[in-house]
Nanobody
Framework: QVQLVESGGGLVQPGGSLRLSCTASGMRLSVNGMGWYRQASGKQRELVAGITRRFSTVYGESVKGRFTISRDNAKNTMYLQMNSLKPEDTAVYYC?????????WGQGTQVTVSS
């Protein structure tokens, strides 16, 4: 059974940074496109960033220039470096396959940006 585990969230002040991690059991991240998604309270889940098998990346308009997605195939881990965080980035962040979601959602990791 494939499981995804997100970590690295927390409370940060506006302008701060966080790095999220996504690890997988039962699956090699390198064989799939992978993405970071987020869901703010009362809103639909949205794609934040995606990275293909060939390391091409895509970003949501609201995070371009601030967030960076990357993957370390040797560690079977994907990352999301988030800089210049804004209150509107507050959400639960999830990882999953990209562009199509194919794995049951994990618990996610809460990111709260607040002073």
């Amino acid at each position: 059974q494939v499981q995804l585990v997100e970590s690295g969230g927390g409370l940060v002040q506006p302008g701060g940074s966080l790095r999220l991690s996504c690890t997988a059991s039962g699956m090699r991240l390198s064989v799939n496109g992978m993405g970071w998604y987020r869901q703010a309270s009362g809103k639909q889940r949205e794609l934040v960033a995606g990275i293909t098998r060939r390391f091409s990346t895509v970003y949501g308009e609201s995070v371009k220039g601030r967030f960076t997605i990357s993957r370390d195939n040797a560690k079977n881990t994907m990352y999301l470096q988030m800089n210049s965080l804004k209150p509107e980035d507050t959400a639960v962040y999830y990882c999953n396959t990209y562009p199509e979601v194919a794995i049951p959602w994990g618990q996610g990791t809460q990111v709260t940006v607040s002073s």
